[in-house]
């Protein structure tokens, strides 16, 4: 038996495969480049000229864009990123007790209590402290993100860079650059600052139990964990499929969900040859003047977004889907 | 003489009492249209940059009925309760409104001590001014405008919800359903009930007020602290969701003493601002909800004894 989960995030979207003992039998890791339904299908293309016949008994979608996703997938479950990752740690460890993850324009953090999530926080409105970040410094310096890790390990100092705005960040970040501070030395203080960030923004006032588990894109950063162990004394974990844990958790969601359905809703890996489309449309119908975003399959509206009244996604019968 | 009243700000607690009493005294009165897009638009459009954005939205309010009327109501808010103070921003509302909105009709905008009904009755006779000499005719409909909203209440009590839950904050942010993008429907249709500030007296309010080390000077500060606070030490819901503006001052102080007092109770805020994609607001309320259900499911579990 197997199950399939996608997470639809800003940065990445990533598929998953696994069975019912928690192997994971494929990921895949593709950049969104904001065009979540090309990624979605370019993802069910690869499955399909690899797994062609696989049967899957559930799929579940998360992330920012689990919606549309699970629209066009046609999903037995579409859940938060909180929730998802949260089970999928809990799946590999029944011990963590906190969570920290940080993605490409979101950060949390979640602790829980007796295998149930008991408290989280996720940034605010700005994406300082996140993925996007680093990803932008990494251009600015043209060091390729893979390798931001290795040279903030190098390092042998850290020099002091404002971490609480991406803006003030980026001018100070400069500065020390025209005083001559090498790349390793900036690097690790950029780590340094966002680590300082998160603990003091996201991680404000909630306290972070032992064992601790780092997930999400930035987890790969070497750099990182460092910067997150040296400021909290202990030693914190990046788990095997630190990038896909919100995945396996959507697929392990939706494994669940089937259990009580009795079958799932995907439609197959053919999906890879339909042809899908989104049109957007300002309704005139109210002053709210939504924009409205249809999701078309083979020239038929499959899916529909925005509209606050319910009036074009109800007609498509998909509203269940939108609030779960 | 047509008056318009902008629907922004503290019009959603104080409405009846002010198209009433314009009513009674023979203005006729244009009351704008709920927030939409074209409103928020006028809004960031006109005001500062740095204003939170339940002022910005008034401004859009202005705006948008500014040319249909002979004088607009900027309510220049000054006190609400004795001894309290609500956010400056009030105080100074008619100067902002007429630094950055052009071409504006005549306005009132006499000072509102609303504190005692002297008081109020004071602003009643200079507002009524513009529109009537007739000193009986404004006692009259004062009074009768005072009956109608004392009789007039507003918040919100859902009932019968397995999973129950408070929600605070300023009551423009609670009300204004554009902005916070129909809060109370998306909880009602995830199965949660929600209570808000009005059904909880002001007795049981101050019991957790008065243990602060001085007594707070902003209205909603105290009205959301004693709230929040009370309704989680006496468990009276699951879970506390606070509506805030980005950028209130007033706010970073409240969240930051309700949680200190509340400890490890579910606690969400969630920051308002321009933004109308509904993602993120979406993806919160649902994880707050998730975790809510889990721990309820989970405490049922553990026996109470041992």
Not at chain 2, 187 to 193: M, R, T
Request: one cysteine or more; aromatic letters at 8%.
């Amino acid at each position: 038996m197997n199950y399939l989960g996608i997470d639809v995030g800003s940065v990445s979207t990533d598929l998953i495969i696994i069975d019912d003992n928690m192997k994971v039998i494929e990921k895949l890791y593709l950049k969104t480049k904001g065009k979540p339904i090309n990624a979605v299908q370019q993802g069910l293309k690869i499955l399909k000229n690899k797994y062609d016949g696989i049967e899957i008994k559930a799929a579940g979608t998360t992330g920012s864009g689990r919606n549309i996703a699970s629209t066009l997938i046609g999903a037995d479950a579409v859940k938060n990123e909180i929730t998802a990752h949260a089970i999928a740690a809990l799946q590999f460890d029944k011990n963590v007790r906190t969570i920290i993850e940080i993605g490409g324009q979101d950060s949390k953090i979640i602790t829980m209590k007796n295998g149930v999530v008991s408290d989280f926080a996720m940034n605010t409105v700005c994406a300082a402290g996140t993925g996007s970040f680093l990803d932008r410094q990494a251009e600015r310096l043209c060091i390729p993100i893979e390798e931001f890790g290795d040279y903030a390990l190098k390092a042998t100092n850290s020099i002091r860079i404002a971490g609480r705005c991406a803006v003030f960040a980026e001018s100070d970040m400069i500065h020390k650059q025209q005083l001559g501070y090498n790349e390793s030395e900036i690097i690790k203080g950029l780590c340094d600052a966002l680590v300082r960030n998160y603990l003091t923004n996201v991680g404000k006032g909630k306290e972070i139990v032992q064992k601790v588990f780092f997930q999400g894109g930035v987890a790969a950063n070497k750099g990182m964990k460092a910067a997150f162990e040296n400021a909290l004394g202990f030693e914190i974990v990046v788990p095997e499929h630190y990038n896909m844990m919100g995945a396996i958790g959507a697929a392990l969601i939706a494994k669940s969900a089937v259990k009580k359905s009795g079958s799932t809703k995907f439609k197959g890996f053919d999906l890879a040859n339909s042809l899908f489309e989104s049109k957007s449309f300002e309704c005139e119908g109210c002053s709210n003047k939504c924009e409205v975003v249809r999701i078309i399959e083979n020239e038929a509206a499959i899916g529909c977004f925005g509209d606050r009244c319910g009036k074009y996604s109800n007609a498509l019968q998909v509203s269940e889907n939108l609030l779960v | 003489m047509k008056i318009g009243i902008p629907k922004g700000l503290l019009y959603y607690k104080y409405h009846v009492f002010l198209e009433t009493y314009f009513k009674e005294i023979g203005a006729e009165i244009v009351v704008s249209p709920d927030t939409n897009k074209e409103i928020l638009d006028l809004g960031v459009k006109y005001c500062v940059d740095e204003a939170c954005l339940p002022i910005k939205i008034f401004h859009g309010h202005v705006a948008k009925i500014k040319d249909e009327v002979d004088i607009i109501l900027i309510p220049r808010v000054m006190q609400l309760k004795e001894k309290e103070y609500i956010c400056p921003k009030f105080c100074g509302l008619p100067e902002m409104v007429f630094n950055s909105i052009p071409n504006m009709p005549k306005a009132i905008t006499n000072p509102i001590y609303a504190n005692n009904n002297t008081k109020l009755y004071k602003w009643a006779i200079d507002a009524g001014k513009y529109i009537t000499d007739d000193i009986n005719l404004i006692f009259n409909s004062f009074n009768r405008a005072l009956i109608k909203q004392s009789a007039h209440k507003t918040g919100i009590r859902n009932e019968n919800f397995e999973i129950n839950i408070a929600l605070s904050g300023h009551p423009y942010n609670i009300y204004e359903n554009f902005t916070n993008m129909n809060i109370v429907e998306k909880l009602n249709k995830s199965g949660v009930g929600v209570i808000t500030e009005e059904y909880l007296s002001d007795d049981l309010k101050n019991i957790n007020v008065k243990k602060l080390y001085k007594k707070p000077f902003w209205t909603f500060l105290r009205e959301n602290y004693g709230f929040t606070t009370y309704e989680a030490l006496e468990k009276k819901v699951d879970g506390i969701i606070y509506l805030s503006s980005f950028a209130c001052g007033i706010d970073s102080v409240v969240t930051e003493l309700i949680k200190d007092e509340i400890g490890d109770f579910p606690f969400l805020i969630l920051k308002i601002d321009e933004q109308t994609g509904e993602a993120g607001l979406d993806t919160r309320i649902e994880a707050f909800v998730d975790m809510l259900e889990r721990r309820q499911e989970n405490e049922s579990d553990i026996p109470s004894h041992g």
